[in-house]
């Protein structure tokens, strides 16, 4: 059975989850902050991406409220933004290794410019598809 409006129109789910949609923008736009805080300053993308505070405040945001959106399309922004952080946290911490052994240098270098270019890709294509209200492609 459908909900409708003041003015008898149907509700759809998307506007039915306007207060989770609200934080979804909240998150896209610390991790953005943290990217470009990345670009502005001498620290890389992918280092204030996962190191910066607004990230890590997204981060909280996301495990304190996931549930609120579990099984609907905004769950999909949900995953999308936790796995964009822990992926570019492993990366990082791949490019860490490969860095301290020397030799990997020119490799680590190349593997924080990539996950950062990688991270900038990931947070512009997130919020654009929210904005559209559409959900996030995610493997199961």
Known sequence: MADFDQDGGSIRDADRLDGPRAWAHVMYGLHALSALS??????????????????????????????????????????????????????????????ITFIGIPAAILAIVGTGLWVLYRVVRGWLALLDGRSMPLPD
Do not use: K, M, Y
């Open 38 to 99: 990345g670009i502005l300053t001498s620290a890389t993308v992918v280092g204030a991406f996962v190191f910066g505070w607004p990230s890590i405040i997204a981060v909280i945001i996301n495990r304190a409220t996931h549930e609120r959106v579990r099984g609907t399309w905004l769950d999909t922004h949900w995953r999308w933004q936790w796995r964009s952080f822990w992926f570019a946290a492993l990366w990082l911490l791949i490019a860490g290794l490969l860095f």
